[in-house]
Each structure stands twice: as C-alpha cells, then as structure tokens.
T-cell receptor, first 116, second 116 residues
C-alpha cells in the first residue's frame, strides 16, 4: 500500500507571496491532518479534515487555510508569507471515523518551505 | 491546555547499553498516547499507540509503557540504526466529548545517538 505523498518536497518563496502544498493520503484513509515542524516549536497541529470538512483547528493565524477534496486529497495554503513560516510542513492521514481520528496517524515526508 | 514534556532532550549511548526515554503529559481526557521515530529529513514513523494506564507494547528492541501521568520508551540492547529522534504525542478527547483539539500534541522529542 502506498504511503502518504506530499508535493512539492522543497519550496522557496519570498515574503508576501502565497503558497499551496498538496497531500495525498493512504488509499482508504479519510482523515488528513497538517502539522508545522520548526526547530524551536517542534511539531504543531494546524488543522484536520475529514470528508471534505475541517473538523478541528490548531492555534494558527487565518493566513493558514486548507481544504479537502472528495478523493480525500488535501491542500494547505499559506497567504502573505512571513520569514517565520519557514518550516517543514507535514501531512498525516488516518482511517478516522465520524467520531474522531483516534486511529494512528501516518505521516508523509513533508514539504520543506523556505521563506526569504 | 494539553502539554507533553520529553526527557532527556538528547541521549548518547554505547551499542548494547539499554536505557529509557520519558514522556510526561497533561491532557483533558486522554484518548491515546503515540510514539513516533523521526530520522533527519523525513516524516515521523509510527511506532506505538497506548490507550490506558498499565498498557505495554513491544516491537523488536523497543517497549512502550503508560501510566496516568507518563509514558516510557525502553530501548534494550540498542544498535546504531536505532539512532533517531523519538517523539511522544497525546490525543485528547474531541471538544464535542468534553475534551480539547482533536490533533496530536507533540513533545519536543529525544535525540538518541547509539555509538558503535
């Protein structure tokens, strides 16, 4: 079974630009979560989507948004990029249920975003 | 607010020298505690899920245990290939069940180096 894939793997942007990252979950998984990883803050939860609906959101500004498509693929968008947005952005998928994604989450390799 | 603290931050062991990593947590209703392994430049790799105090799980040289306040990852006779950052995360009951965010709350990790 193929794992979680993320594209692109590396991205360089400048301040003020916007960026869209893509995630394809494991086949059959309906829940997709996004995380930001930085050396200072570690892994932080951004948001989770289940059946095309945002089910939960972490403590990040509105510049960070996402969506999920009917095939469970998900995209994350960051508008008006800041230097502090430089990080590894990780996507995780789980089988999930309508009652909560307590199943194990499997991570993709991440997208390394550098903001200059 | 859910919190996870891992110790030590870094640990250097000789090959074959057993040790334990600690994960202390506070959470508004634990749904699950997860252990991940992360190699440089890669996404976290799922190791274990523990759901209730007293539970134990094993995989090769690794054994995870859980109490009401902390979890331990015991590494027996480690090999150089066990070198990685080990991450602990908790998932609380969702807000609609009286808990908090549905995403995982991660600790900063323990950077483990096994010397030949």
């Amino acid at each position: 079974k193929a794992g979680v894939t993320q594209t692109p793997r590396y991205l360089i942007k400048t301040r003020g630009q916007q960026v869209t990252l893509s995630c394809s979950p494991i086949s059959g998984h309906r829940s997709v979560s996004w995380y930001q990883q930085t050396p200072g803050q570690g892994l932080q939860f951004l948001f989770e989507y289940f059946s095309e609906t945002q089910r939960n959101k972490g403590n990040f500004p509105g510049r960070f948004s996402g969506r999920q498509f009917s095939n469970s693929r998900s995209e994350m968008n960051v508008s008006t990029l800041e230097l502090g947005d430089s990080a590894l952005y990780l996507c995780a998928s789980s089988s999930g249920t309508s009652g909560g994604s307590y199943n194990e989450q499997f991570f993709g390799p991440g997208t390394r975003l550098t903001v200059l | 607010e859910d919190q996870v603290t891992q110790s030590p931050e870094a640990l250097r062991l000789q090959e074959g020298e057993s040790s334990s990593l600690n994960c202390s947590y506070t959470v508004s209703g634990l749904r699950g505690l997860f252990w991940y392994r992360q190699d440089p430049g890669k996404g976290p790799e799922f190791l274990f899920t523990l759901y209730s105090a007293g539970e134990e799980k094993e995989k090769e040289r690794l054994k995870a245990t859980l109490t009401k306040k902390e979890s331990f990852l015991h590494i027996t006779a480690p090999k150089p290939e066990d070198s990685a950052t080990y991450l602990c995360a908790v998932q609380a009951r969702p807000w609609y069940s009286g808990g908090g965010a549905d995403g995982l709350t991660f600790g900063k990790g323990t950077h483990l180096i096994i010397q030949p």
